[in-house]
Each structure stands twice: as structure tokens, then as C-alpha cells.
């Protein structure tokens, strides 16, 4: 659902997916984890590895993960 119809997840690389995945699960099961660092941290690891457009687009979904799901926390 944090994805657009522009970017479906059968269009995602699978490192970029991987990595979407890796960081919705430490937002959704890692409370101990604030969710700014987990966007951090994970946004920085798609720098590493894209130049392009990516690393907004995890950006977004990442944000957009945490403020629907720990909303007190962003």
C-alpha cells in the first residue's frame, strides 16, 4: 500500500524490495528501534547501491510506513 502505481512491486529490483522489506519489518517489530533511525539507516544502504531515483523512493516508503505506523514517534 506504500507504494505507487508508478513504482509496483514488480517493477522494484530485488535489492531495493529486500531492503524495503528488511526496513518495514524493523519499523513494524522493532519498537526498541526509533523509526527515524531505521529510515536512516536503511535510505543510506540505497545510496550505496543506487543513483538513481531509488533511494527517494525508499525514502517515501519508508516514511510513509512509519507515520501510519508509529505516527507518536515521527
Avoid: C, K, N
Amino acid at each position: 500500500a506504500s507504494l505507487t502505481e508508478e513504482w509496483p512491486l514488480a517493477r522494484l529490483e530485488t535489492i531495493l524490495r529486500l531492503l524495503l522489506e528488511a526496513g518495514a519489518f524493523e519499523i513494524v517489530h522493532r519498537q526498541d528501534i526509533p523509526p527515524r533511525v531505521t529510515m536512516s539507516e536503511y535510505v543510506g544502504i540505497a545510496h550505496a547501491f543506487f543513483e538513481g531515483r531509488q533511494p527517494g523512493l525508499a525514502t517515501g516508503v519508508l516514511d510513509h510506513l512509519a507515520r501510519t505506523l508509529r505516527p507518536a514517534e515521527i
